[in-house]
């Protein structure tokens, strides 16, 4: 053969290989696209459908469409949620999903769907819980934490009670940024500790007893601790589901809580250790480093225990704290950033805390009879709101109050905690148009 021949071969070889691997690598796979039937979702506020009732937390952890009724949520038009998002991907959205719910501290008889999307989670769930009795408290448990909804262990439980997963089922799985929180109060609320807020002068004091409630103070070294037990829990639980026979888990970390409008209301050493808690730098997410931020924890031990091969990957981790970076800025003005191209208002305000939504300058509005206070971990102000005029404000902790007008998507986020529709949605576009993207499920 002569040598002209050979390189025309070889030629011939790499292009045909090349196109072998785009076939099996590329958005639109031919081997085995995820084409799911069902979507389940686990975890927090991302993905908490809510109860079909405005009262008692009952609503999404956003803004809750446009509610015409004090009673009924159902009347959405699209997806506010991140689960209720990726249902929407697939055909698989309704205005009434499956909300899989405890009734007074037990999960009541349900058939559960085939199709559709199913939710177990749970507005303020935490990965790992660290306090078990909250002595009959009805009012602070539910101040931006745990409390008494059901941890991610309690949902995995049910949900293999419930039959377990299908083979074509998508399981979403959005939990950590309630155990970040829970870390960041007893840290900076820790006893003997004076945290100000963003002026450098006033001090912030997490809601009563709200400390000892969650487990007692942290310092430093403890932080660490902890993230390990919540990093280690939250492996267990996904192990769990893949034994189960779960074939496509989507893990949303948690999101950076120093870019919300509750730690941009603090000052800048309490945002820079709420950061340290979210993501790391490129050089200290080192496997062995016992500061590593919970995003860097997670990172190492998902990647050891189920690494991609060559017969697909079962579980994908997301970062939401770079993404959030991206759509938040990088200061509480927004400047020096991308923020404009998601958003017209700034990431420091909430929708939820301006009337009407779209004033300006923005105007602060009362809620429950109070000024609205972005340090502020109260239920009323990190459970989300209405976005309709004819629903009146209700006075006290499960405090609705209603819109003069319904648009809300210029701002990111709801309340002091949580996203508004447009930034859940945008998160769950980031996660099937990338990373889905490049693990191939799409």
Not at 141 to 168: I, K
């Amino acid at each position: 053969m002569t040598h002209s021949s050979v390189q025309r071969l070889i030629g011939l070889c790499v292009l045909a290989l090349a196109s072998l691997l785009v076939g099996c690598g590329g958005a639109s796979s031919t081997v085995n696209p995820l084409r799911p039937t069902r979507v389940v979702a686990f975890g927090d506020a991302f993905s908490d459908v809510g109860s079909g009732s405005l009262t008692s937390l009952g609503g999404r952890f956003t803004i809750n469409g446009d509610g015409t009724s004090t009673v009924n949520i159902n009347t959405l038009t699209t997806p506010t949620t991140v689960a209720e998002s990726f249902a929407n991907f697939y055909g698989l959205w309704s205005k009434a999903p499956t909300a899989r719910k405890m009734t007074a501290g037990a999960y009541p008889t349900l058939t559960i769907p085939t199709t559709g999307l199913v939710s177990y989670a749970a507005g303020n769930a935490l990965i790992s819980p660290t306090a078990t009795a909250w002595a009959g408290d009805t009012v602070t448990y539910r101040d931006g934490l745990g409390g008494t909804d059901p941890s991610l262990r309690t949902q995995v439980t049910q949900f293999l009670a419930d039959g377990g997963p299908q083979e074509n089922d998508l399981i979403v799985v959005t939990a950590g940024t309630r155990d970040l929180l829970s870390v960041a109060v007893r840290y900076l609320g820790r006893t003997g500790n004076v945290t100000l807020k963003a002026d450098g002068k006033t001090p912030w004091t997490p809601p009563a007893n709200l400390v000892d409630k969650l487990g007692g103070s942290l310092i430093l070294t403890q932080v660490a601790a902890q993230l390990d037990v919540v990093t280690l829990e939250m492996v267990t639980q996904l192990d769990r589901l893949i034994t189960a026979g779960a074939k496509h888990i989507v893990v949303l970390e948690p999101m950076n809580l120093s870019r919300t409008p509750w730690g941009l209301s603090l000052d800048t050493t309490s945002v820079s250790f709420l950061r340290s808690l979210s993501y790391d730098t490129d050089t200290s997410c080192i496997k062995g480093n016992n500061q590593n931020s919970l995003h860097c924890k997670l990172t190492i031990a998902l990647s050891n225990k189920y690494p991609p091969t060559v017969y697909g990957q079962k579980l994908l981790a997301v970062d939401l704290a770079q993404y959030t970076n991206l759509m938040s800025g990088t200061t509480a003005t927004g400047n020096a950033n991308t923020y404009a191209s998601y958003f017209t208002q700034l990431p420091s305000v909430p929708a939820c805390s301006v009337n009407p939504p779209i004033a300006s300058p923005l105007a602060t509005r009362t809620f429950g009879g109070l000024s609205w206070d972005a340090s502020s971990l109260s239920s009323s102000t990190t459970s989300g709101c209405v976005a309709n005029p004819s629903i009146p404000a209700v006075s006290g902790d499960d405090a609705w109050t209603g819109w003069v007008d319904t648009s809300f998507t210029a701002f990111m986020f709801a309340d002091n905690l949580n996203l508004t529709p447009q930034g859940n949605i945008l998160l769950a576009n980031y996660v099937f148009a990338s990373s889905m993207y490049r693990a191939a499920w799409r």
